[in-house]
């Protein structure tokens, strides 16, 4: 994620689905940039502000409860956003996009990451649906490590329930333990991969005066 978001220090990160703010602190910690998290549960936005001091200094990091198709936050303001994992829990997954494309700066970037079972029935493209929500796809790739890191990790929430109980609260822990049990059975079957997505800059369109000669032929 740190070499395709590509951002400098003082630069505005967004994290779309943010839980309760690991990741997208983390990357603001490592790349000295402003965080914004946003999710639909308050109760992670709770925990994620809770979580801030131990990792940034005070006004690096702000979080907001809201969704990632409808996130208020202002045009072209953001220069890269984060979504991990979380795009598709969204009901509109178009409007999700475009939604990033309209948060994001002309050229910042978005990268996501995306599962799903290897037996599905084939999803539209990533070309294709960035090209529909005004995005252009720099690069996807397949995570054949993923489904392992996961099964790991489910473990390890199961193996430890008091102390995420004691340190999260009783319903974000019953959420962890809910998915691990859920998903770990099909973990074999996971397909992971993760997604970079640029919004054009200006200077990619043509020239007025380009785009005069391309219509009239000369």
Request: charged letters at 25%.
């Amino acid at each position: 994620m740190i070499s395709r978001l590509r951002l400098r220090p003082g630069q505005r990160l967004i994290d779309l689905g943010c839980g309760t703010g690991g990741a997208g602190l983390w990357l603001s910690r490592a790349l000295s940039v402003h965080l914004v998290g946003v999710d639909i549960s308050p109760t992670a936005i709770a925990l994620a502000t809770r979580r801030t001091p131990a990792f940034v200094p005070p006004g690096q990091a702000t979080f907001r409860v809201a969704t990632i198709e409808a996130t208020s936050l202002p045009d072209a303001r953001a220069d890269g956003i984060v979504c991990i994992d979380a795009l598709g829990f969204a009901p509109d997954r178009m409007g999700a996009l475009r939604e990033m494309r309209r948060v994001l700066r002309p050229g910042g970037r978005a990268v996501l990451t995306s599962g799903g079972r290897r037996t599905a029935p084939a999803a539209p493209a990533w070309s294709d649906r960035a090209a529909a929500a005004g995005l252009e796809l720099e690069s996807e790739e397949e995570r054949p490590d993923e489904p392992a890191m996961w099964h790991r990790l489910y473990q390890l929430w199961t193996g430890h329930e008091a102390d995420l109980r004691r340190h999260l609260g009783d319903q974000q822990a019953e959420s962890m333990l809910t998915e691990a049990r859920t998903h770990a059975p099909a973990l074999g079957n996971r397909r992971s991969v993760t997604v970079t997505l640029r919004r054009p800059s200006i200077e990619d369109a043509p020239s007025s005066a380009t785009a005069r000669q391309s219509r009239s032929g000369a």
